[in-house]
């Protein structure tokens, strides 16, 4: 007896007929504001931590190689703290429309029925 011959080692092909990939529809009717609002934060403020450190960066390399002379006033720690400041006005500005974008989209779905998607498997 053939060891390749076995019941299974045989491609898929031979036993029936090609397997065609199966999809799913799913409605997404309602979406949990407490849960949109915690993803929202975190990826908000990881947005804000960014936007802090590319400032930092983008700073403190031409200061260094002399490409800029800035004025006195014009200090990288004022510089910081402005950007913090819009790093924590863009968190909380983003977490509150997010959330309230939550509700909006729950009392329209309420109407509509909400929004339908179509999950196929892959191969």
């Given at each position: 007896m053939?060891?390749?011959?076995?019941a299974g080692?045989?491609p898929?092909a031979?036993?029936?007929?090609?397997?065609r990939?199966?999809?799913?529809?799913?409605?997404i009717?309602?979406?949990d504001?407490?849960s949109?609002?915690?993803v929202s934060?975190?990826?908000s403020?990881?947005?804000?931590?960014?936007?802090?450190?590319?400032?930092?960066?983008?700073?403190a390399?031409?200061?260094?190689?002399g490409?800029?002379d800035?004025?006195?006033?014009?200090s990288?720690?004022?510089?910081l703290?402005?950007t913090?400041?819009?790093?924590?006005?863009?968190?909380?500005?983003?977490?509150?429309?997010a959330?309230l974008?939550?509700?909006?989209?729950?009392?329209?779905a309420?109407?509509?029925?909400?929004?339908?998607l179509t999950l196929?498997?892959?191969?």
């Open positions: 053939d060891p390749d011959s076995s080692s045989r898929c031979a036993v029936g007929p090609a397997l990939p199966r999809k799913l529809r799913m409605r009717s309602q979406a504001p407490w949109v609002m915690k934060f975190l990826l403020l990881a947005v804000g931590i960014y936007m802090i450190v590319s400032v930092a960066v983008l700073w390399v031409p200061a260094t190689i490409l800029i800035p004025a006195p006033w014009l990288p720690g004022w510089v703290k402005i913090a400041a819009v790093a924590v006005i863009n968190t909380g500005l983003a977490t509150s429309l959330t974008a939550a509700f909006v989209y729950n009392a329209t309420r109407f509509v029925g909400g929004s339908e196929s498997e892959g191969e």
